[in-house]
Antibody, heavy 121, light 110 residues
Framework: QVHLVQSGAEMKKPGSSVKVSCKASGGTFNSHTISWVRQAPGQGLEWMGRVIPIPGIANYAQEFQGRVTITADKSTSTAYLELSSLRSEDTAVYYC??????????????WGQGTLVTVSS | QSALTQPASVSGSPGQSITISCTGTSSDVGGHNYVSWYQQHPGKAPKLIIYDVTNRPSGVSNRFSGSKSGNTASLTISGLQAEDEADYYCSSYTSSSTPVFGGGTKLTVL
């Protein structure tokens, strides 16, 4: 059984950065992309970007280019999301989600439990 | 990439059927057979219920079905049950090789 376990809630000041982790177990980490999807309070889902663990290539949604970095550590089966220059509009629950393979068109078959990031002065 | 268009809300009585639409463009829904649907209960992570337009993952009730015509995909839930009350999101692969989500539809079981 596949499990994605995310790090805990974060409270950040505007202008700072946050790094959220997502540890996978029960599957073959290197055979699937990991995406990050966020959900602002009362809002819908927004795809931020993905990483292919091997060879560690990431691509990002245009809206987040330059502010987001997604990485993967194959040795610990953990993916990371780092978001910089935080503003209040970045307050959201951040989910990691595993796709069915490394092919870009695969749906998200497993999700982490979500990490609440609150940006406030 | 603009979000796919879904109705904000739909409702139905137990036992009835409802359909949720998801409208995109020829660059996403209309151009690829890679539409998926997710169910999200309050405070929970989304759950995949339909993929590749019509396929159900193992363990998902056959009361859920998907279809597509042109640039619009649809999710139908038959035999509505109280537990179906949730938010539903469509998603499509796009010509940019990235996914895009719909704005979400809140289903109320009356």
């Amino acid at each position: 059984q596949v499990h994605l376990v995310q790090s805990g809630a974060e409270m950040k000041k505007p202008g700072s950065s946050v790094k959220v982790s997502c540890k996978a177990s029960g599957g073959t980490f290197n055979s699937h992309t990991i995406s990050w999807v966020r959900q602002a309070p009362g809002q819908g889902l927004e795809w931020m970007g993905r990483v292919i663990p091997i060879p560690g290539i990431a691509n990002y949604a245009q809206e987040f280019q330059g502010r987001v970095t997604i990485t993967a550590d194959k040795s610990t089966s953990t993916a990371y999301l780092e978001l910089s220059s935080l503003r209040s509009e970045d307050t959201a629950v951040y989910y990691c989600a595993r796709a069915g393979s490394v092919t870009a068109n695969r749906p998200f078959d497993y999700w982490g439990q979500g990490t609440l990031v609150t940006v406030s002065s | 990439q603009s979000a796919l268009t879904q109705p904000a809300s739909v409702s139905g009585s137990p036992g009835q059927s409802i359909t949720i639409s998801c409208t995109g463009t020829s660059s996403d829904v209309g151009g690829h057979n890679y539409v998926s649907w997710y169910q999200q209960h309050p405070g929970k992570a989304p759950k995949l219920i339909i993929y590749d337009v019509t396929n159900r993952p193992s363990g998902v009730s056959n009361r859920f079905s998907g279809s597509k015509s042109g640039n619009t995909a649809s999710l139908t839930i038959s035999g509505l049950q109280a537990e179906d009350e949730a938010d539903y999101y469509c998603s499509s692969y796009t010509s940019s090789s990235t996914p895009v989500f719909g704005g979400g539809t809140k289903l109320t079981v009356l």
